[in-house]
């Protein structure tokens, strides 16, 4: 096993914390200055801006070196969406994209929760509103000592909804 693998140094860096992204050359310059931003997103939309010429047409291979090193899964998703004239991908475009279906998407979650919770509401405030016609009900037919007809509307809906209208509860 040692032949095949013999120990030579191996140098290594993360381009999050690579303090010269000026010493690039090429693309990597933007692909390690983003990543450098990454957790600040007004940095990073600044530094975007900045760079923009180059963003807008980014080569393929630093736009998938972007993609798997911000760990941007929807950069690929969208990958051919967002193709730019000059053969290369239009990062910019790409994370506007991004942020429109996110935003959509958190409209459309809040939509939904919105729903929902004004279903639970309403039916807490339909509870609330048959507990008291039903105790008004109670307290109107003990008075008037009818009883049995208490008894019989606690389990007859029909008969229940006859006595409402009667007192004039629904």
Known sequence: MKKLFTEKPLPIF???HFPNEEWFQTDLRQVC???KRTND???LKIYIEENQEVFANLPEDAYDLLAVMAGIRNLKLIKQ???AEGGGFDMCKAIKEMLRDSRMEGEQEGRAQGRQEGRQEGRQEGRLKGQDEMA???EKLILADRISE???ASTDRE???KLLLEFGLA
């Open 150 to 152: 208490l008894l019989k």
């Open 14 to 16: 993360e381009m999050r």
């Open 33 to 35: 200055g983003f990543l």
């Open 41 to 43: 997103k007004t940095k």
């Open 136 to 138: 008004t009900l109670s």
């Open 159 to 161: 008969f229940r909804n």
């Open 81 to 83: 969406e967002v193709k």
